[in-house]
């Protein structure tokens, strides 16, 4: 008989609603947005979305370890996340060459896409990672 779990709809929401302002705060910051706007309203509006969104890495990640807590470790779900992470920076990389946003050397585009992340731009896979580590010892 096969075992059923319920769903706790209202953590899956708010984990829905984290992931859509950690989206939002990247594109603002990373997309520069505030520096580009010349409507002193829209950049009051825009300093507010950012500092609604600030709270929002926390609550996914609080909202993660819960749900974590009550799951066991599986070994492939860190080889996942390494996968999707190193897939995606390959593609994103690889475009922004193409379309010309990025002149990387040879050695700079190994560096871009190397597992190993020297310049910490990566820092939440790592500490995803270091988490889902955290708990492999603790179970």
């Known amino acids: ?13 708010l984990r829905i609603i984290s992931m859509f302002f950690i989206v939002l705060y990247h594109t603002i910051i990373h997309g520069h947005v505030v520096e580009n706007s010349i409507n002193s309203g829209l950049i009051i509006i825009l300093h507010l979305l950012l500092f609604i969104s600030i709270v929002h890495v926390d609550s996914y990640v609080i909202v993660t370890g819960y749900f974590q807590s009550k799951s066991k470790f ?3 779900k860190v080889w996942s996340i390494i996968n999707a992470s190193w897939f995606y920076r390959i ?3 690889i475009a922004l060459t193409i379309i010309g946003a990025a002149s990387l050397s040879k050695v ?3 560096k871009q896409i190397s597992i190993i992340d020297i310049t910490d731009s990566y820092w939440f896979i790592t500490m995803y990672l270091a988490l889902l580590f955290n708990q492999y010892l603790y179970q």
């Open 108 to 110: 700079e585009f190994l």
């Open 91 to 93: 593609i994103i990389v």
């Open 74 to 76: 599986k070994q492939s």
């Open 1 to 13: 008989m096969e075992k059923r779990t319920t769903r706790e709809s209202k953590f899956e929401l």
